[in-house]
Every structure is written in structure tokens, then in C-alpha cells.
């Protein structure tokens, strides 16, 4: 049984930084694309990283470059989200998502597994 478990949200001052951390269970996923949606209150569930295995290549959503990087462990089943220079915007409900290639599409529905979400708050 594949499980997504997120961790590592919280409550942050504008300017500040804050790492996610998202560990993949149930399989093997090295060879797999692991990402980062997160959904604001009231809005749609937006693309804001990927970090596929195969070639350690990235991928960011445009309001997060240059702010967000998406490390990941050595073993490929951990991957984070590190988050600097937050603005009161960022604030959302942040996901982990697994899909079963490595691909680094940036729609929810290429994802095949997700966590439950951890809510990030960025105050002004």
C-alpha cells in the first residue's frame, strides 16, 4: 500500500522560510517524478515543484523561482520543499504528489499518489 506523508508546515512572517518534507512508503519510487501542489483557500490546487529522478531534473511553478527549491534524499523516496522569501501569497495548503513515470508535467492529474496536505501560513 503506497502512503504520501507530508511534514513540516507551520506559521511564518513574510520574509521568512519554512521546509517541507514529503517521504513516499509502499514501493520503490526512485525512478518516479515527485512534486509539490498547493491549494489556497478558495482556489484551484496549483503546480509548484517537481523533481523527477531520472536525471535530477526540476521544475517550478513561475510564482516560486527563485524562492523554492525541491531537494531530494539520496534514496529517492524523500523529497523536500524548501521555501524562502515567503510572501502572505504563499499561504495554502501545500501537497505531495507521486506520479509513476518521470515526467515532469506540471498538471494534477499526471500525479497518481497524494498526501493528505500540510498548511503553510505566511503573516504580513
Known amino acids: 500500500q503506497v502512503q504520501v506523508i507530508e511534514s513540516g508546515g507551520g506559521l511564518v512572517q513574510a520574509g521568512g522560510s519554512l521546509r517541507l518534507s514529503c517521504t513516499a512508503s509502499?514501493?520503490?519510487?526512485?525512478?518516479?517524478?515527485m512534486g509539490w501542489f498547493r491549494q489556497g483557500s478558495g482556489k484551484e490546487r496549483d503546480f509548484v515543484a517537481a523533481?523527477?529522478?531520472?536525471?535530477?531534473?526540476?521544475y517550478y511553478g513561475d510564482s516560486v523561482k527563485g524562492r523554492f527549491t525541491i531537494p531530494r534524499d539520496d534514496a529517492g523516496n524523500t523529497v523536500y520543499l524548501q521555501m524562502n522569501s515567503l510572501k502572505p501569497e504563499d499561504t495554502a495548503v501545500y501537497y505531495c504528489?507521486?506520479?509513476?513515470?518521470?515526467?515532469?508535467?506540471?498538471?494534477?492529474?499526471?500525479?497518481?499518489?497524494w498526501g493528505q496536505g500540510t498548511q503553510v501560513t505566511v503573516s504580513s
Open positions: 509502499g514501493q520503490n519510487f526512485r525512478s518516479h517524478t
Open positions: 504528489a507521486v506520479r509513476l513515470d518521470y515526467g515532469l508535467g506540471d498538471a494534477s492529474a499526471e500525479y497518481d499518489y
Open positions: 523533481h523527477t529522478w531520472n536525471g535530477k531534473m526540476t
